[in-house]
Each structure stands twice: as structure tokens, then as C-alpha cells.
């Protein structure tokens, strides 16, 4: 999992880009979102009212 370091007080975050991940925002914080388990897959994000609500993992194995 990503390691992120938050200043909530400049609402700045730093992360690292040598490392593969994706994230959400959402009312200020921010979260990784989990990597599809072995083999090919795909992360969906639900929006709702202009914000990241949700997501689904989804992964094939081959």
C-alpha cells in the first residue's frame, strides 16, 4: 500500500511516483485504491455529485 504524507493544514500531499497506485480524493483526504489481485484487472470509480463515491475491483485471471 502507498505511503502518503498529508499536511492537512496546506491540504498538500506528497507520494511517491516510483511506486504503481492509484488514489482518491475526496473532501480533502486522500486514499489508495487497492490494486487488482493476480493476473489483469481493472478499477472502476463510482462519481456522485461531482465526487469519487466508491470503487469496484474487478481482476481475470489468465
Known amino acids: 500500500m ?3 504524507k498529508t499536511n492537512q493544514q ?3 500531499a ?3 511516483l516510483t511506486e504503481n ?3 482518491k480524493v475526496r473532501n480533502g483526504v ?3 485504491v487497492d490494486i487488482p489481485g493476480d493476473g489483469f484487472g481493472k478499477q472502476i470509480i463510482t ?3 461531482g465526487k ?3 470503487y469496484k475491483i474487478e481482476y481475470t485471471k489468465k
Do not use: C, F, K, R
Request: glycine residues 4%; aromatic residues 10%; proline residues 5%.
Open 30 to 32: 486522500i486514499e489508495s
Open 21 to 23: 497506485a492509484v488514489y
Open 47 to 49: 462519481w456522485q455529485d
Open 52 to 54: 469519487p463515491e466508491g
Open 14 to 16: 506528497e507520494i511517491d
Open 10 to 12: 496546506n491540504m498538500t
Open 2 to 4: 502507498a505511503d502518503i
